[in-house]
């Protein structure tokens, strides 16, 4: 073990000297150049820049061409503790170094700005490759070289303790050790107490350290691009940093991008900053992605029971992890934005509401405790990013490739979520509550419960029937109700509503297994919200079955329905469009959002017994439990409204690359459709987009509602789904769904999309009046 940690240092060792050459590469032209009527640079800054260089090349060198031969003829007798009390004595060339760090960084961007020579030699420094990667040639930057023996040096006691671990206490060497290591411990205090202790007893409590609070992978917007960064929020600031990409091996290292002091930093709302454009992915490119991870999940499975060895495996792997990395750049929306009160404001995109509170909260919270300003110098601000890598929570991307083998994959399926009450208000406020869950690691938000008026007691007793797509969090929010219509902003998702308290469960699989109600409480700042779940997978959930009352609506055959009301078009499909045409236009997530269960429920009842009442029974009621009828009314139909027969035709001609092809054969497919099914669908379709005309105002696009619309209308009966029944596999099968799910969105996408649909006279004029009663 000795030697191996020996043969680890050694390797160390030659890549630093190898730096210190390119640092000291370019010093000897600079030096005759100083002398000539031309200079780049002047003899002083030269000195200023390299100052020390040389002489840490030297100490590095002798060190190294020392010990190589004592480990090339290793025996277990060999002693190297000379060699390292002796490096250790001469850590006064690094005092020197570390002094003059700040004023050598400075004056080397000065001469940048006032020289493009200058500025392009510091740009591209060429380091040589060790041993073991000769055919490689890596290029530095001036600033990254100069940092380098700070680096070295801040790290030099931990390879001493790695030696001393493995060397015996009667080895000759362990005293010798045992006093390098002790002359590097002092030498490393001195230079923190220098540095850091007189800023920090600014900002954080006497006798406190700096720490990490919280860390993250975040989004930011910067000048109209969307850039991954990792942020690190301290006990005294925020520090937004960003993961270098990794050359050659080398581990990962962060370059900090800006900081603020928790002191200077503010929250600024869409009024008070510039506005500014968010730039957003199209559905469809989000979509392309999301066949793309499910292709990639479903085939790495397959390929773990070949025997073709782990190349494979990792190229998949590689694919996945940069598919879904794209997802979480482009899917958030949401802005945060942080401002310094002496400089500039940044903005992050975050995917959800809890996310942007948990982030102000923690933040605020933490501001309570911090007085004053100050600035980091340049080596203190290398140092605190250096450390980020060793005090990082959150390693990797929220994302599946990094789960292990027997990770749940999350619940394919239909939550059924009862929010009851809440209790433990002080005051009483205008209430409600949103659920949120995650879907390819992203949370969206999926239901929201009526504001309960001016109570501390809210009694919802409301159900939401939730879709889930690998589900693994519910995430449920209470926010007190702004009635100050002046001060919303739809723009970017921000309101004034208050966030009086947010809470998680995690959907545990076993748990929510069995057929009955799970009744729970979710604890959130002193306020407890009682909730029931029921969860249905989805072999369960997508059975269509035929009702056993011949006489209703839901679940009977579209054409005896007609047929009974005398109609091209069933009563229930045009009641519900007229009543979301007349006040759902602009219902934000209209279609997406669920309805409240009892009342689509008591709706579905009461168009089943043909109650005279249902229409003011429809006034009545929340848009979206109108919305949420019309899609049970879909969904249940004993056969999809495009057919077992045509489906798997459908799904074989949005698969053509050929668009002239893609058109004729999709349009004749369509013409094919039974009359009644073929006229309900055009009725629909024009309805919906007319729905994405409002776009700007519901944030209802066409791909949102083929979204939720295609599986509904498309998705064949038991019999000809690839689904498997076989219960005991909730989960496996979650990506061949996801595919086919996909497939039946594209087909109601490409209808939506075409501007018109040819279709004989006939058809198109009951359309027009889509009843003959």
Avoid at 177 to 185: C, H, K
Avoid at 335 to 346: A, E, F, I, M
């Amino acid at each position: 073990m000795r030697k191996r940690v020996l043969s680890g240092i050694l390797a160390s060792e030659e890549t630093y000297l190898s730096h210190l050459e390119a640092l000291l590469l370019p010093m000897k032209p600079l030096k005759a150049a100083a002398t000539t009527s031309q200079p780049v640079l002047t003899a002083q800054q030269i000195e200023t820049i390299f100052f020390k260089v040389p002489e840490l090349y030297e100490i590095h060198k002798e060190f190294y061409d020392s010990l190589l031969p004592r480990v090339q003829q290793w025996s277990h007798h060999q002693c190297v503790g000379d060699l390292f009390q002796k490096q250790a004595s001469q850590l006064g060339v690094y005092r020197a170094f570390v002094d003059n760090y700040e004023l050598a960084v400075e004056t080397a961007e000065k001469c940048c700005q006032a020289n493009t020579q200058f500025a392009e030699i510091s740009e591209s420094l060429k380091v040589r490759s060790t041993k073991e990667c000769k055919d490689l040639t890596a290029k530095y930057s001036l600033e990254t070289l100069l940092y380098k023996p700070v680096d070295r040096v801040t790290r030099s006691t931990l390879v001493l303790h790695d030696l001393l671990k493995h060397t015996p206490t009667s080895h000759p060497d362990y005293p010798l050790l045992q006093d390098a290591l002790r002359i590097s411990q002092n030498f490393l205090s001195s230079i923190n107490e220098e540095s850091t202790p007189r800023r920090q007893s600014m900002t954080v409590k006497k006798g406190e350290n700096r720490q990490l609070l919280k860390d993250g992978f975040m989004v930011e917007l910067v000048e109209g691009s969307r850039k991954l960064r990792h942020v690190f929020l301290f006990t005294d600031l925020l520090l937004c940093a960003k993961l270098k990409k990794q050359i050659g091996g080398k581990s990962q290292q962060y370059d900090s991008k800006w900081y603020i002091p928790l002191s200077d930093l503010t929250f600024q709302t869409a009024e008070e900053s510039e506005p500014l454009p968010i730039p957003q992915a199209p559905d469809e490119e989000l979509d392309a992605i999301k066949i793309k991870i499910s292709s990639l999940r479903s085939e790495i499975p397959r390929e773990r029971r070949t025997i073709k060895g782990s190349k494979v495996m990792e190229r998949l792997k590689k694919k996945l992890s940069e598919q879904e990395s794209l997802l979480l750049l482009n899917s958030p929306y949401m802005p945060l934005r942080v401002h310094n009160r002496n400089g500039k404001s940044y903005i992050f995109l975050i995917s959800s509401d809890y996310e942007r509170a948990e982030w102000k909260e923690v933040i605020r919270e933490q501001q309570k405790k911090c007085f004053k300003t100050f600035n980091l110098t340049s080596i203190e601000l290398q140092m605190l990013t250096n450390s980020c890598l060793k005090l990082q929570t959150v390693h990797q991307l929220p994302l599946t490739v990094n789960k292990e083998e027997d990770e749940s994959a999350g619940l394919y399926g239909f939550l059924n979520v009862i929010v009851h009450s809440a209790s433990g208000l002080k005051q009483s406020l205008n209430l409600y509550c949103t659920l949120e869950v995650d879907s390819f690691g992203i949370f969206v938000n999926k239901a929201k419960t009526r504001v309960y008026r001016y109570t501390t007691e809210p009694k919802w007793n409301e159900e939401f029937e939730i879709e889930l797509e690998g589900s693994q969090t519910l995430r449920l929010l209470c926010y007190e109700k702004s009635y100050n219509k002046a001060k919303m902003n739809k723009e970017d998702g921000e309101s004034t509503d208050r966030i009086m308290g947010k809470g998680q469960i995690a959907l545990d699989p076993p748990m929510l297994q069995g057929k009955d109600w799970q009744r729970t409480v979710i604890p959130m700042n002193g306020i407890e919200v009682k909730i029931s779940m029921k969860f249905t997978s989805r072999e369960f959930s997508l059975k269509r079955m035929t009702s056993r009352k011949p006489m209703g609506v839901f679940g009977v055959n579209i054409s005896t329905v007609t047929k009974r009301e005398r109609s091209k078009v069933p009563y229930i499909v045009r009641q519900c469009l007229e009543e979301i045409e007349r006040r759902g236009m602009e219902e934000v997530g209209i279609y997406r959002v669920s309805g409240v269960a009892t009342d689509i429920q008591a709706l579905k009842t009461a168009f089943d017994t043909n109650n005279k009442d249902v229409s003011v029974m429809m006034s009545e009621m929340d848009v979206n439990a109108i919305a949420g009828t019309l899609k049970l009314y879909f969904r249940e139909l004993p056969e999809p409204l495009f057919t077992d027969e045509l489906y798997p035709n459908f799904a074989g001609g949005i698969a053509l690359s050929d668009s002239v092809a893609k058109e004729s054969c999709m349009l004749n497919l369509l013409l094919s459709l039974p009359e009644t099914n073929l006229v309900t669908f055009l009725f629909l379709l024009d309805h919906l987009k007319r729905v994405a005309e409002k776009e700007s105002v519901n944030k209802m696009s066409l791909h949102n509602l083929a979204t939720v619309f295609g599986p509904t209308l498309l998705r064949p009966s038991e019999k000809d789904s690839k689904i498997p029944t076989n219960p005991t596999q909730p989960i496996t099968m979650g990506d061949s769904w996801s595919l086919e799910v996909m497939s039946q969105v594209q087909v109601l996408l490409y209808f939506l999309q075409l501007e018109t649909i040819p279709t004989p006279d006939s058809k198109r004029q009951s359309i027009l009046f889509s009843t003959e009663v």
